[in-house]
């Protein structure tokens, strides 16, 4: 049975997606209209107020915001730009954790394979107008997402792929189960960081914590 709290919810959803409907007519007609009119609205700042109602629109739908990728700083952070607001921001990827690189800062050399998942990621992303779907956010304020690459989740394919490991930390709203299996296929499969000799191969994880404890020295 439908209790009212469960149809005032659903009158709210059916409220919003009606709004952005007509929000997204309104844009499209005024952009036009500006056109035609041959006022100062130039055809690309038309064809924006479109995009950017149209993007409002799968946002709503999906969960997902339109950005293109700037550079990735690693395997599981990069910077990017979100469209149609342009705004500038680093983000950590959820569900994963990719070996570290070279840090002047702490004077860390970085571990094998982390200059190889960074080239990785900026090869197959950077420059690149991706979704970006928003999680949980992490000590540093930085949101934790899930970047979608031509439809696939684009997180689970550097686990695959053996270019990260499966985050073992706490999340959200995301299946960590899913990931934890693509790492073991992975692993059978000897890709990326487990094609590594055991006394080589180390988790990002206990990496960090042995260099927390090297600084405090």
Not at 61 to 88: F, L, N, Q, Y
Request: aromatic share 6%.
């Amino acid at each position: 049975m439908t209790t009212n709290k469960e149809k005032d919810k659903e009158k709210e959803k059916r409220n919003r997606k009606a709004i952005l409907t007509t929000m997204a007519a309104a844009a499209i007609a005024f952009a036009l209209q500006w056109a035609n009119q041959g006022q100062s609205l130039s055809v690309k700042e038309a064809a924006s107020a479109v995009k950017g109602a149209a993007a409002d629109m799968a946002t709503e739908k999906t969960g997902r915001m339109p950005a293109s990728v700037k550079h990735c700083h690693d395997g599981d952070t990069c910077r990017i730009v979100t469209e149609p607001g342009h705004m500038w921001m680093n983000v950590r990827l959820a569900g994963i954790d990719a070996p570290e690189t070279s840090n002047r800062r702490n004077k860390s050399k970085g571990q094998p394979m982390g200059d190889e998942a960074t080239d990785y990621v900026n090869s197959n992303l950077a420059d690149k107008t991706v979704e970006v779907e928003q999680v949980d956010l992490d000590a540093y304020n930085r949101p934790v997402v899930v970047i979608w690459n031509a439809g696939k989740n684009f997180n689970m394919t550097l686990v695959e792929n053996g270019f990260a490991e499966a985050y073992r930390g706490p999340v959200k709203r995301i299946d960590q189960s899913a990931y934890i299996q693509a790492e073991s296929v992975a692993k059978s499969g000897k890709k990326g960081i487990w094609s590594l000799p055991a006394n080589v191969r180390q988790s990002p994880a206990e990496y960090r914590k042995e260099l927390r404890q090297q600084q405090k020295k």
